[in-house]
């Protein structure tokens, strides 16, 4: 919920700031695929149904899919924000990975949304001594807020990135080349144009 929270703030600031939500179809994101199997993957994992039958398995399922998350953001680091996102992912997946697949939380967070998890596996685990403990879940969002959670300076970290990736794409200038503009218009102020070597028989039609 905390991305889908980043996603909308995006979304709405990106339009405040003067952007536009067709630029976001420019985009092009390379293992897409790989982020909707790892999410998929945490929103099964944490289900009642899945989570009281996968005993051992957990932790290890919990740190894989969170890997392919972080691996298909790497993937991207050209798009503008995801270098943020992968830092992000990153220290969650080393707090996770810290101690034994699960992400510490302090008891009093946790308490603020109705305490730990009923049974099977759950993320979220209290630890009186947790290992990378200031990349651990030390924060909560306001209970009144709608699926309100804990969450990690990781998770700030990601939902700054999203932020900012949505708002400069939607604030990106379309570019013309200014060869495409010779083209199109012919010389201009006296300029001649001449077909360099690798431009098509038909450029300067």
Known sequence: MFVLYAVAGGLVLGVLLGGRLGRLGAIRFR????IVA??????ALFSDAVASRVGDLGPAIYVASTGLVLLAVLRNLPIRGLPLVAAGAASNLAAIVANGGSMPVSAAVLGLHGGGHAGGYSNSIVLANPALAPLTD??????WLPAANVFSVGDIAIAVGIVAAIVLQMRTREVIDIRDRLVRFGPVAGVELRQPPDWPT???R
């Open 202 to 204: 038909w450029a300067h």
């Open 38 to 43: 790892g999410m998929l993957a945490q929103v």
């Open 31 to 34: 293992w897409g695929a790989l």
């Open 138 to 143: 030390i924060f909560a969002l306001p209970a």
